[in-house]
């Protein structure tokens, strides 16, 4: 699991806290990549917050495709992302926290209604977007353009990844701050078009401190 990055002098803290901001997409979209090049270019004192999917299947958390495999996965991931987030925002050392998914993006994998995943949860739909900042969705590229199964979690095909890069799409409709980044065939373009977004978002005591995206993205081409 990815650590959450240690400080010694406490950033200065936005009026509403710690700020999150949303990384999301559907299978393949580059969000690993991308968050990879977040740990080498942003300021030290910015929180990158790992997957709670990943957290959870990674540890052998049953993985069962019956509707209460589901739903009992869906309920666990929601609750890690949640705690997680708590995590930062209750110490008080950082002022900006990148997360890999959000609590909504259960939602694109909930087998049953709407209505139901949020009463299971005891949360609504208003709350849980009102949470974030802002939402960075990175679209699924197709077979043709880039999908690939190189991550050893990810059991979806080209086909059933662009569907559930629609449902994600669906689950964070009418945040008021979410930002839609399509594939290219030039994958650093779409990745710097997206740390563009990211430092857009940053408190001004973490742009001051970051580092230049141009040279980082250089250094991995």
């Not at 069962?64 to 869906?74: E, K, T, V």
């Not at 991931?77 to 705690?83: A, D, R, T, W, Y």
């Not at 709350?127 to 969705?137: G, M």
């Not at 990810?154 to 980044?181: K, M, Q, S, V």
């Amino acid at each position: 699991m990815a650590s959450i990055p240690s400080v010694s002098i406490a950033c200065a803290q936005p009026k509403d806290g710690c700020r999150l901001v949303v990384l999301t997409g559907g299978p393949g979209a580059g969000k690993t990549a991308i968050l990879e090049l977040a740990r080498r270019t942003l300021c030290q004192r910015i929180a990158i917050l790992p997957e709670a999917a990943t957290i959870l299947f990674g540890g052998g958390f049953l993985r069962h495709n019956s509707s209460a495999g589901r739903q009992a996965a869906q309920r666990a991931i929601f609750h890690v992302q949640h705690e997680l987030e708590r995590l930062v925002q209750d110490e008080g050392e950082v002022a900006f926290a990148l997360c890999d998914r959000g609590t909504v993006d259960g939602l694109a994998y909930w087998p049953a209604a709407e209505e139901e995943f949020f009463r299971e949860l005891g949360t609504t739909r208003a709350t849980e977007l009102s949470r974030y900042h802002a939402v960075i969705h990175l679209r699924t590229p197709d077979a043709s353009h880039g999908y690939n199964h190189q991550n050893p979690l990810r059991t979806e095909d080209p086909a059933l990844a662009h569907d559930i890069d629609e449902r994600i799409l669906r689950a964070w409709d009418g945040h008021p701050n979410r930002h839609i980044i399509d594939s290219t065939d030039d994958f650093m373009m779409k990745a710097s078009t997206t740390m563009q977004l990211v430092q857009s978002y940053l408190p001004a005591c973490c742009q001051r401190r970051c580092f230049d995206i141009s040279s980082a993205s250089a250094a991995q081409q």
